[in-house]
């Protein structure tokens, strides 16, 4: 059964760069076709998905974060990072990773259980 | 690229059928899927491909398709129903590939 775990910094920096990892446990992270993917949360907000990679090196980005945002993998760890560029308070949120089934169909089992990142000086 | 629109509230007395909309401009060539999220947790895929249901869901969940508008059916809702549900879809040849619904509070009276 595939888990998915999110890590990194509860706290970030105004103008600093938000990084988070993905590690992928008790499956492949080779596996042909997978869009391994990012999700974000504002507070009491819905769902927002912010980019995918995909055989490990075609990505797809939502295009209001495209200039900040790279996504990529390691598959030698099994991790998929996140790194954002100049945060601001806008891109406080719970952050999930997700797998992403692949296919023109595309959707996203499992998921992460999420990470609170905070951006306050 | 694609706007999907959930009513933000849906109330139902137990036992009842609650039934939850996603609407979006030219989605009818595209599969629907729908999520559930109860509070402090990560959304769980309910319906796939706008009517299939994975393992583990149960049957009283269902999920319907009419042109641009697809609907998650709750039937005889019971208390441990009340979640936000999310709508979703993904289109790779579009600029905004992954898209989610504006959410729906579902509450059990």
């Known amino acids: 059964q595939v888990r998915l775990h999110e890590s990194g910094p509860g706290l970030v920096k105004p103008s600093q760069t938000l990084s988070l990892t993905c590690t992928v446990s008790g499956g492949s992270i080779l596996s042909g076709g997978l869009y391994w993917s990012w999700i974000r949360q504002h507070p009491g907000k819905g769902l927002e998905w912010i980019g995918s990679i995909y055989y490990s090196d075609i990505t797809y980005y939502n295009p209001s974060l495209k200039s900040r945002l790279t996504i990529s993998v390691d598959t030698s760890k099994k991790q998929i990072s996140l790194k954002l560029t100049s945060v601001s308070a806008a891109d406080t949120a719970v952050y999930y990773c997700?797998?992403?089934?692949?296919?023109?169909?595309?959707?996203?089992?499992?998921w992460g259980q999420g990470t609170l990142v905070t951006v306050s000086s | 690229s694609y706007v999907l629109t959930q009513p933000p509230s849906v109330s139902v007395a137990p036992g009842q059928t609650a039934r939850i909309t996603c609407g979006g401009n030219n989605i009818g060539g595209k599969s629907v899927h729908w999520y559930q999220q109860k509070p402090g947790q990560a959304p769980v895929v309910v319906v796939y491909v706008d009517t299939d249901r994975p393992s583990g869901i149960p049957e009283r969940f269902s999920g319907s398709r009419s042109g641009n508008t697809a609907t998650l059916t709750i039937s005889r809702v019971e208390a441990e129903d009340e979640a936000d549900y999310h709508c979703q879809l993904w289109d790779p040849n579009s600029e905004h590939s992954g898209v989610f619904g504006t959410g729906t509070k579902v509450t059990v009276l």
């Open positions: 997700a797998r992403g089934t692949g296919g023109s169909w595309n959707w996203f089992d499992p």
